[in-house]
């Protein structure tokens, strides 16, 4: 099934607090971009379809990030529909100053942006990218003709940043030890992904969710106490936005005043999610 992106619009957002344009043309063009950041950052098909006044006939083609490019304003009607299917809300705004530029009957602006979106099975996307959007006059007013939005392409981490990315996920989950240790519950739910899944020692199902996750622990932390942990031959593969993580670890914990020593392996999957590292699922098992 082809995948739809919460992405189509998001070209025509503009950003607050940017400098008034300064000419007439310029002023429309902004009131333009103004009518459409109000489309992009809705669901509601009737505010979403108004905006398709405001191309110009005929226009295009348009180049969205994802997918086959569009040729025609129909075509991008037909990508909202089916993508308004899909989402349950969604946010866009501009990440740079809005460029506007105008000669005689022709006009484009340019900048970058970042939208995020909610799908309606829960499922959360977030994405940034830089746009170029064309304008022609028809009679008194401004029409959208073309726009063209696109991701900036990642360069590959170089081996001393990969290094560096790894040792900022073992200290991370050494923080997230020391967090358990202090009893920090503030700390611990920031190391996990909204969607975090367990696999625990003793537990004979997945543990799903942060709340869930939190719970437990919180449970567990009322009669127990990390007395002392190691976390041993760390190991951390960088793929892209996705890590794993594996070591063996040593811990002894003392409950209703019984002191317990443990041995086991631990792999974490981390996930990066707007900048920072989470993670995203948890597989311990203890020697025997």
Not at 10 to 32: F, N, P, T, Y
Not at 192 to 204: K, R
Not at 277 to 288: D, G, I
Request: glycine share 6%; charged share 20%.
């Amino acid at each position: 099934m082809r995948r739809v992106v919460p992405l189509l619009l998001i070209v025509l957002v503009v950003a607050a607090g940017v400098a008034q344009a300064q000419s007439k043309d310029e002023r429309a063009i902004r009131a333009l971009l103004d009518r459409s950041i109000q489309a992009a950052n809705s669901v509601d098909p009737k505010v979403i379809q108004a905006i398709f006044a405001e191309y110009a006939r005929p226009g295009g083609p348009f180049y969205a990030p994802f997918g086959n490019p569009l040729s025609s304003t129909a075509d991008v009607q037909a990508f909202t529909n089916e993508m308004l299917a899909q989402i349950a809300s969604r946010s866009s705004r501009a990440t740079s100053p809005i460029t506007v530029r105008v000669d005689k009957n022709l006009a484009w602006a340019t900048y970058t942006w970042r939208t995020e979106a909610t799908l309606k099975d829960g499922t959360r996307r977030g994405f940034e990218g830089r746009a170029t959007v064309s304008f022609i006059r028809e009679g008194k007013n401004w029409k959208i003709a073309h726009w063209h939005s696109s991701l900036p392409a990642t360069l590959p981490l170089t081996a001393s940043a990969l290094n560096a990315e790894a040792q900022r996920i073992i200290q991370i989950e050494r923080d997230a030890w020391e967090a358990l240790r202090s009893k920090d519950l503030a700390a611990i739910g920031n190391y996990f992904a909204d969607d975090v899944s367990i696999f625990e020692y003793g537990q004979a199902y997945r543990i799903q969710g942060k709340a869930e996750v939190l719970r437990g622990i919180e449970t567990w932390l009322g009669d127990s106490t990390i007395r002392s942990y190691q976390i041993l031959d760390p190991k951390v593969q960088v793929l892209g936005d996705t890590a794993i993580l594996s070591y063996y670890f040593t811990d002894t914990v003392v409950t209703a005043g019984r002191e317990m020593p443990h041995s086991g392996k631990l792999t974490v999957v981390f996930a990066k999610e707007g900048g920072a590292w989470k993670a995203l699922h948890e597989h311990v098992s203890l020697n025997r």
